[in-house]
């Protein structure tokens, strides 16, 4: 008995021992999210097929999965919501992953995720009833966590006929490195693109994804690396996946155990090749294994140097209209994060007739029109006069036979008044209990009298002479408004800034 007891206890042993790169590692959640079932739309056969797939192997990789499909924009935030507070309790070593799988869009520059139950009949429709790209990754942001990993297979065709003529295709850029460090952006393709639903039981994404991610010991990187090449193949060129790091540490699906010291430390740091160092590395080579390097390296500096060098069809244009696209999508993420009549007019100067030009057009219109207020430090200079001199104020000659203040303050300068008028002020409140004290009610004065009229010494407020308006203090405070549902600039180092400010 004894003997079988111990058996037990060494086969355990070894299955912990199996595990213990994973468990070793922080805790994981994954939310993974595939919708189908729009309503207004033609339903979309795989994001559910997807998510499925995805929340599979997630599972399979350690992941503790919440799985949630078709959902409304109500049920989407409230998904998001309990995810960001699930993360919490879990605590700042956690390793959140989102996986969303469905129909995505850009509407002013800013990216939208596109519940089942939208039905706009303008562009200004879509956010009122979708979810924004950002809020989702602030939310993220608002609970401590080792890292955030954001995978978009979200980058379909845009269905609704009442806004897809004039909206962007595809999602716009998302810079990473703008927010929080620890976070990983992954999209299905190139920003400005379309990626392809598939005729498989799973998007080219997807599939893609599944494969790389079960290898053990594959650093995120290198995975995503083959998810691009893999899918630019299966499409023919026609569709690119796109990531966007901030990543401090390294991190793996699979945990294996010669891996798994590497898995909690220090990403390597890669140094950045620059156009003639790519040059003198794809020189010389066929153009096809060329074109599948630079692919799957996925910088811009890479495909300068192979449209340097190769121009022969098909991956020559290929690689030419990816440069394009993304220069042109870098470009107006420039213009809508400065959002100024300027910024887009240098886009349009740029990009005449792209179809971002409607975009473009319509929020140059949209500045214009918009009530102009002036700065409030130039408000509060003209409001304000310039500041007195340090030298005492000289009294007019016309002001020394009038009464004079009993006070040690130096008075002020004074001046001839018009006709008196009686104003009734309340009385400052004192410390102490003392009733306050009332202005004394003076004779009405001829209108040729000279009165001189002196500022109260503190902090009695006693005034002497006939009971005057004093203007009061002018305190001056500058704050600086914008953001999404007026957010502010609130955790502004952990937030992704859009067009409208940070938003939180």
């Not at 919440?66 to 409304?72: E, M, Y």
């Not at 920003?191 to 010991?217: H, I, K, M, W």
């Not at 886009?347 to 102009?372: C, G, H, M, Q, W």
């Not at 009165?451 to 405070?477: F, I, K, L, M, Q």
């Amino acid at each position: 008995m004894f003997r079988h007891a111990l058996r037990a206890a060494l086969l355990a042993g070894g299955l912990l021992a199996g595990l213990s790169p994973a468990l070793a590692e922080s805790s994981r959640l994954a939310l993974v999210i595939g919708q189908s079932a729009y309503r207004a739309v033609t339903p979309l056969p795989n994001p559910a097929n997807d998510a499925n797939a995805m929340a599979k192997m997630l599972a399979e990789a350690g992941f503790d999965v919440t799985r949630a499909a078709d959902l409304s924009q109500r049920d989407l935030n409230r998904e998001v919501g309990d995810f960001a507070a699930k993360i919490a309790s879990k605590g700042p070593d956690t390793v959140a992953l989102v996986f969303y799988a469905g129909h995505g869009l850009q509407i002013d520059g800013e990216n939208y995720l596109v519940p089942v139950d939208v039905d706009p009949r303008r562009e200004a429709d879509i956010p009122l009833q979708a979810v924004r790209l950002n809020d989702l990754l602030n939310t993220l942001n608002s609970v401590p966590s080792r890292m955030r990993i954001l995978l978009l297979d979200a980058c379909r065709n845009n269905p609704f006929p009442a806004i897809n003529q004039n909206a962007g295709r595809g999602l716009a850029l998302v810079d990473t490195k703008t927010g929080a460090p620890g976070t990983f952006l992954s999209y299905s393709t190139s920003p400005g693109a379309e990626a392809e639903d598939g005729t498989g039981a799973n998007s080219p994404y997807t599939t893609a994804l599944l494969q790389a991610a079960r290898e053990p010991g594959l650093p995120i990187e290198q995975a995503f690396k083959r998810v691009r090449v893999a899918v630019n193949k299966v499409t023919e060129g026609r569709q690119t996946p796109w990531d966007s790091s901030s990543l401090t540490e390294d991190f793996r699906f699979v945990v294996s155990a010669d891996a798994s010291a590497a898995n909690a430390g220090p990403r390597p740091v890669v140094a950045k090749r620059s156009v003639d160092e790519w040059k003198r590395s794809l020189q010389g080579k066929p153009i096809e294994a060329a074109n599948e390097i630079i692919v799957g390296d996925g910088s811009v500096e890479a495909y300068e140097a192979f449209v340097a060098l190769y121009t022969a069809p098909p991956y020559g244009p290929q690689a030419r209209e990816w440069l394009d696209l993304h220069n042109r999508m870098a470009a107006w993420n420039e213009a809508v994060l400065i959002n100024t009549v300027a910024a887009y007019q240098g886009f349009l100067a740029s990009y005449p007739d792209s179809d971002l030009t409607p975009t473009a057009r319509k929020l140059i219109e949209r500045l214009r029109n918009r009530p102009v207020v002036a700065p409030v430090v130039a408000a509060v200079n003209a409001a304000v006069p310039a500041a007195a001199p340090a030298s005492p104020p000289v009294v007019p000659a016309a002001a020394t036979a009038g009464p004079t203040c009993p006070c040690s303050q130096t008075p002020p300068p004074a001046r001839k008044s018009e006709t008196p008028k009686r104003v009734e002020e309340k009385p400052a409140r004192k410390r102490d209990n003392d009733p306050p004290r009332r202005a004394s009610r003076t004779p009405r004065r001829d209108p040729g009298d000279d009165v001189v009229v002196y500022a109260p010494p503190p902090p009695t407020r006693d005034y002497y002479g006939p009971p005057v308006r004093v203007a009061p203090p002018v305190s001056v405070g500058i704050g600086v408004g914008g953001g999404y549902r007026g957010g502010g600039y609130g955790r502004a180092p952990q937030s992704y800034p859009t067009r409208r400010g940070y938003g939180y």
